[in-house]
């Protein structure tokens, strides 16, 4: 009796979590469409004209379009700016940028018998569902922000932590699965053979405050040397939330190259 009144207090919790963590209602949905993709529908939104710019946010829970919120309009001034639409025809992608590119090596690990585990229990749906609200609080998203995220500390606004705090929560907190294949390396892919023989233009931009951010980019240059590489000042995993003027004077040297 005591587990069954447990379970359904901890079900309870769950759903006002979710319900409040969208009270605010910063993530619109009236500007964009949605893609109905076979394993679900994929929000997006397309701005300007011109030449065609895919912008794709970080592969977190609490990502969203919000990340881009500060530079797609400078973008679509010249350019036909897509955020999270994608076809997967190489033809259609000239140019690749990359905003602080992932450790290859980390990109390279695989699932094991614990990490299926862990993937277990987060994907339960009472339980599982508690422990990723405890994970994806204001309180630690703003931890994440102040530790990994921002360089000017400080500075970090209270609505871009209820943007990610409510991203992280939508569809009843159904990002706990993304979060457990992270977790479990289902979302990791090694590239480094692609890496290699890719012939388009690859360009990585990188932020100085990032720790090992310079040893990370060096090791894609070693396996493709016609990758371009620069960096972004005091700026540590989202320039183009926290220096969106210095991060755009770069993406036009790139997408608007002086003829």
Request: aromatic share 12%; net charge positive; proline share 5%.
């Amino acid at each position: 009796l005591l587990a069954t009144m447990a379970t359904g207090a901890i079900y309870s919790i769950n759903k006002i979590i979710s319900k409040s963590s969208a009270k605010k209602n910063l993530l619109k949905t009236d500007k964009g469409k949605f893609y109905n993709w076979r394993y679900g529908n994929i929000f997006y939104t397309k701005q300007g004209k011109g030449s065609p710019v895919l912008l794709i946010h970080d592969l977190n829970p609490a990502a969203s379009s919000f990340e881009w919120e500060k530079t797609v309009k400078h973008l679509a001034k010249k350019h036909t700016v897509y955020i999270m639409a994608c076809n997967m025809n190489p033809e259609f992608f000239h140019k690749i940028i990359v905003i602080n590119p992932s450790n290859l090596s980390k990109l390279s690990k695989t699932p094991n018998k614990r990490k299926n585990a862990l993937k277990f229990f987060i994907d339960t749906p009472i339980l599982g569902t508690m422990i990723y609200n405890l994970v994806y609080t204001n309180r630690n998203i703003d931890k994440t922000f102040y530790h990994n995220y921002y360089y000017k500390k400080h500075l970090v606004p209270t609505r871009l932590i209820n943007a990610y705090h409510e991203a992280a929560h939508i569809g009843h907190s159904k990002g706990k699965y993304l979060l457990s294949s992270i977790l479990s390396s289902y979302t990791n892919i090694n590239i480094v053979h692609a890496l290699k023989k890719i012939n388009n233009s690859i360009y990585l931009i990188g932020s100085k405050g990032k720790p090992c951010n310079e040893e990370i980019i060096k090791s894609y240059l070693s396996y493709n040397p016609s990758i371009e590489a620069s960096y972004v000042e005091e700026s540590i995993y989202l320039p183009q939330l926290e220096v969106p003027e210095k991060l755009l004077d770069i993406l036009n040297l790139y997408l608007n190259p002086i003829k």
